[in-house]
């Protein structure tokens, strides 16, 4: 049985108030989704690998911005730069990302465009 995320990008998730590079904030009941990362250190992150609905793979960094376990205020998860992706398919913020994870661990992403 595979795993399914839905998340209907914000105009911050695909970078269109230029606040930062493109990078899907990922809602805390989605974390388990992806490989637990733990506060011992400054934003840790792993590197995870896609393939899209074209066979096309694309590597995202899944990061925890937890510098509220050290000086600062930050406790957010991402996964980021999607940027490329983003361009290559026009998807703007009210448009969809659905990422799944497969039995055997494999990770796809697509994408839904919003009707208006």
């Given amino acids: 049985m595979s795993i399914?995320?839905?998340?209907?990008?914000?105009?911050?998730?695909v970078s269109e108030t230029d606040a930062h590079q493109a990078g899907m904030y990922i809602l805390k009941e989605s974390v388990s989704f992806f490989p637990r990362l733990g506060t011992d250190k400054l934003n840790p992150r792993v590197t995870l690998r896609f393939e899209d609905e074209s066979g096309r793979f694309w590597t995202f960094d899944f990061i925890y911005y937890n510098n509220s376990y050290f000086d600062g205020t930050r406790d957010e998860y991402r996964l980021t730069p999607m940027n490329d992706y983003f361009y290559l398919y026009g998807i703007k913020a009210g448009d969809t990302?659905?990422?799944?994870?497969?039995?055997?661990?494999?990770?796809?992403?697509?994408?839904?465009?919003?009707?208006?």
């Fill in 97 to 116: 990302i659905i990422l799944e994870k497969a039995d055997n661990g494999n990770l796809k992403i697509r994408h839904e465009k919003s009707p208006n």
């Fill in 4 to 13: 399914t995320i839905r998340k209907v990008l914000s105009r911050n998730d």
